[in-house]
């Protein structure tokens, strides 16, 4: 049985902190494309996903967006969709910018840096 899904993109980014990611998305942002796809399986979501992001990403190189999967009014969706889609299953976010907001540690100075002591003369 064929299934017909919209794919679109959502501008947004990912951010990585100490223990945790955040993810920012621009539901109101304008979409870079859209495309109707016929698919059987939860495998050809993956596939059409793939697909249109790469399309997409060679179009707008420097866009960071999340491919947005949404079902036709009517159609069901297939056996395995909700589990794949929130385990990132399909590839959805493979398209945004990850942005590293970890703290490093602070560093102790060097001994033989600017901060070191000073030793009496002899």
């Known amino acids: 049985m064929s299934v017909t899904i919209d794919l679109c993109t959502i501008p947004g980014s990912i951010e990585r902190h100490g223990s945790y990611a955040s993810k920012t ?5 304008g979409s870079l494309a859209q495309e109707a796809v016929a698919i059987s399986t939860v495998t050809d979501i993956r596939a059409a996903v793939q697909t249109f992001g790469q399309r997409v990403r ?3 190189p420097n866009a960071s967006f999340q491919v947005y999967i949404s079902m036709r009014k009517g159609e069901r969706k297939p056996k395995g969709y909700d589990a794949t889609y929130l385990r990132n299953g399909f590839g959805q976010e493979d398209f945004m ?3 590293d907001k970890r703290t490093t540690p602070a560093t102790e ?3 033989t840096g600017a901060d070191a002591a000073v030793s009496p003369a002899a």
């Open 25 to 29: 998305l621009d539901v109101f942002g």
């Open 58 to 60: 060679a179009a707008h």
């Open 97 to 99: 910018r990850v942005v």
């Open 109 to 111: 100075p060097s001994e």
